[in-house]
């Protein structure tokens, strides 16, 4: 059994460092009025923070913190400023948690205990956010702190917090050991939520008996504890994890879906009570969701209609968009399709404002969950209800709208997953340039591939602006399995097994095209690949007699409103040249580079090539900012992780990261004088890690340049010295060819090579944005 993200729990763990108890330091009776103007702003913080309103809370930490500065109480600006962290953390809303936590660390000076409550609670948003390698020594060095100040709230909050990361990590004994360490020493509402992480990591470990006798017993400590958020929350959390554990376990409880739904009243009937509309959002949300597993669409409906309004009186976003989008999948089924659709526009615009913090505040137990594998699901599915109205649409105008709509969508969903890998403005950088591309192309097609459970749509984007439509009758499921397949055979060169599936892929993603491409108008296919898709070179699909790139010329685009398409004057090519031959960091060397670099020398009458010892961190930086160059050429490994910042170019003396291209070459593109052609030659992507490729594919957006010429997987030999070669002189001997043509040439020139004729040799090379 499967069941939508949608009703997962808000986080994986239940982080403790915001319970530490207000000690009472600086009290109204001991110190002079500001500071008791400093503790109510902090008292009136902590009850709305009761009620779930954390943005006034925020407010209310904030204000004191700077009554607390003009009383010269440090201890109390250290309360604010943590409080204020831990109200981000609950919004989901991490990188400003840390951001607030930079004061914090400098108030912490050299006191001991105020060291590593700074570094605990750093620690702990560590755990959720993208800086999760941090969070277990950040949380070993507090905790160091604490049991020599014999600390013992805050030891038992770090345990807590230690177990969550442990747990991510697979270690479930010893984390269930640092949740039962915090229990024992915790005040109430700390035990009950390490009562709720034992659960969790047990559940994780796949022991599932004990799974639930945890969750029985947090739920039991969750129950005792006053009436307010923290308590409705806990309820919530050991509802989801005893739902998760019948869906999981062989067993398949039904008392437990029972048990779970129990657990959901009673803490909407705590959030009525305290007035926490945030909490009744998701409370009757949760109940919804538990509804609509039942198959009662009807009362399902209901619930989620409230948990909305909830949700729009709480300005919850991250409650709202889930509501919304649970209500649009219910409406679909219930056949209401124009009110599914409405409501899924709202959930994707919700969406957009929160998109940067929603992977994380979807997290998976080990923090690397992608904005994809959270929330992708709701592109995809407005994409789909779309397609089946214009299914239903008439008049031919109202259809290309709504063809349209579902592209845009598409459109929507692979610029968030760029921002979401990158973690910066480069997407809106770009967008903010972007024209449209399809007149400046008269020849190419744009093909859009859009998996769906039950069919793939491929929508085809004409130089006249009109879309075609075309479906394939396989599921993303399928299709996926395929293209896995087809990846891992392509890379061995010893077989010819890969055929097989560049055959059915042909079938699948090609040939429905055939009819609209045979006319002669077309000469190039722009491909807009989507998740797995993006690990393939679409050049090696096969029609049973000829590769594609055979026929056509072929490049990829991470989105058309991702490609820099304005168009330049034409210019002396000012090229900067360089490359690493030697081995360096346990990387091979690379034999074939010096005549690569000698080649293109030749080519564009460069003396100044950047070789081994020369090719240097700073030295790349000086020289790109120095010059407005036209095309970069890299001849050196490239690794592109599912990890942005494990993703980098390798230079003889550092890695060159994805930051430092940025740096040193958006500064031309700022200017309109865009890097044309950014070249890595020596590439390499996991094969199965569509993260990894999803970078390899944003570079040129990343970058700053117009376009990239790149690789999915490492060629070490003499045919990739041939085939960059020719490329290059396509583009110098014949200026009337597109950089996509200019790659097509080298490409056919070197499969037709009997020694060569393998994809593995000529297909990963890919031409990445702007083909033209």
């Known amino acids: 059994m499967t069941r939508n993200k949608v009703t997962k729990f808000l986080l994986a763990g239940i982080a403790g460092f915001a319970l530490l108890p207000i000690d009472g330091h600086g009290a ?3 110190i002079d009025r500001r500071a008791a103007e400093a503790e109510a702003k902090m008292t009136a913080g902590e009850e709305l923070s009761e009620r779930g309103q954390f943005e006034d809370a925020i407010a209310r930490w904030r204000e004191a913190e700077r009554a607390f500065a003009k009383a010269k109480d440090v201890d109390g600006e250290m309360r604010a400023r943590l409080r204020e962290a831990a109200a981000c953390q609950s919004l989901g809303q991490h990188r400003l948690a840390l951001q607030a936590l930079n004061s914090a660390d400098k108030l912490a000076g050299d006191n001991p205990r105020r060291e590593a409550e700074a570094k605990a609670a750093r620690g702990a948003i560590c ?35 230690l177990g969550i990361v442990l747990s991510a990590q ?12 915090s229990a024992r020493n915790g005040d109430a509402e700390l035990a009950a939520k390490a009562r709720k992480n034992m659960a969790d990591a047990a559940f994780a470990a796949k022991d599932y008996a004990a799974a639930e006798r945890f969750a029985e017993q947090a739920a039991k400590a ?52 305290t007035g926490d509309q945030r909490a009744l959002a998701y409370a009757l949300g949760y109940q919804g969701a538990l509804y609509e597993f039942e198959k009662r669409n009807a009362d399902a409906l209901t619930l989620t209609r409230r948990a909305v309004f909830a949700a729009q009186q709480s300005q919850s976003p991250d409650a709202l968009y889930r509501w ?48 994809r594998d959270a929330v992708g699901a709701i592109y995809f599915e407005l994409a789909d209800l779309l397609l089946q109205r214009a299914d239903a649409a008439k008049d031919g105008e109202e259809v290309q709208t709504l063809l349209r709509e579902a592209r845009d969508t ?49 929508l085809v984007s004409l130089p006249s602006g009109k879309l075609e439509r075309f479906k394939a009758d396989v599921s993303e499921e399928t299709l996926t399995e395929s293209v896995r397949l087809f990846r891992l055979n392509l890379e061995d060169r010893t077989t010819e097994s890969y055929i097989e599936q560049a055959q059915q892929l042909y079938t699948w993603l090609i040939k429905p095209l055939e009819p609209l491409m045979a006319n002669g108008r077309f000469d190039t ?66 034999v074939n580079v010096p005549q690569e670099v000698a080649q293109i020398q030749k080519l564009y009458g460069r003396t100044d090539a950047m070789m081994n010892e020369n090719f240097q961190r700073d030295a790349v930086g000086e020289k790109l900012k120095a010059s407005p160059f036209t095309i970069v050429h890299i001849a050196s490994h490239g690794h592109f992780d599912q990890d942005v910042r494990k993703s980098f170019v390798l230079t003889f003396d550092k890695h060159l990261t994805l930051d430092d291209l940025e740096t040193d070459i958006r500064p031309a593109q700022l200017r309109d004088q865009p890097l044309e052609l950014l070249t890595l030659s020596a590439c390499q992507t996991a094969a199965g890690d569509d993260r990894a490729a999803l970078g390899l594919a944003g570079v040129a957006v990343k970058a700053g340049a117009r376009s990239a010429f790149a690789t999915l997987w490492f060629v070490n030999d003499a045919a990739s010295t041939q085939l960059v070669g020719d490329f290059y002189t396509q583009l110098t001997t014949h200026p009337e060819l597109t950089k996509a043509q200019a790659l097509q040439v080298a490409q056919k020139k070197l499969l037709t090579q009997e020694r060569y004729s393998h994809p593995c040799y000529w297909a990963p090379y890919l031409l990445i944005g702007n083909w033209l």
Request: proline share 5%; glycine share 4%; with cysteine.
């Open 525 to 590: 296919m722009v491909f807009v690949p989507d998740g797995a898709l993006r690990t393939i070179p679409m050049s090696a699909l096969h029609d049973g007699q000829k590769f594609l790139i055979e026929k056509y010329a072929v490049a990829v685009t991470p989105g058309l409103e991702l490609m820099e398409a304005t168009p330049v004057a034409r210019m002396q090519p000012h090229v900067m040249i360089s490359g690493l031959s030697q081995a360096v960091e346990g990387f091979p060397a690379l």
């Open 28 to 30: 109204a009776n001991a």
């Open 127 to 161: 755990t959720f956010a993208r800086e999760a390698d941090q969070a277990e020594p950040l949380l070993r060095e507090s905790l160091k702190t604490a049991r020599a100040e014999k600390d013992k709230a805050l030891v038992a909050t770090i345990r807590n917090d």
């Open 222 to 273: 969750a129950a005792a504890l006053p009436d307010g958020h923290a308590k409705a929350f806990l309820l919530m959390g050991a509802a989801q994890l005893l739902e998760q554990i019948f869906i999981d376990a062989p067993e398949h409880k039904n008392a437990l879906r029972a048990q779970a739904l129990r657990l959901d009243q009673d803490a909407a009937r705590v959030a009525e009570k």
């Open 410 to 458: 598409a459109e929507l969903l692979k610029a968030a997953e760029l921002e979401d890998y990158f973690q910066d403005d480069c997407v809106n950088l770009l967008k903010s340039k972007t024209k449209k591309v399809e007149s400046l192309s008269p020849t190419a097609a744009v093909i859009y591939i859009i998996p769906l459970p039950t069919r793939t749509e491929l």
């Open 324 to 371: 919304e989008w649970q209500s649009g999948r219910l409406l679909a089924k219930q056949g209401d399709r124009e009110a599914a659709i409405k409501a899924y526009h709202r959930a994707v615009t919700t969406l957009q404002t929160i998109r940067n913090d929603v992977a994380i505040r979807h997290g998976n137990r080990n923090a690397h969950s992608s904005f």
């Open 170 to 181: 697979g270690k479930s004994k010893e984390a269930i050991a640092a949740f039962e360490e």
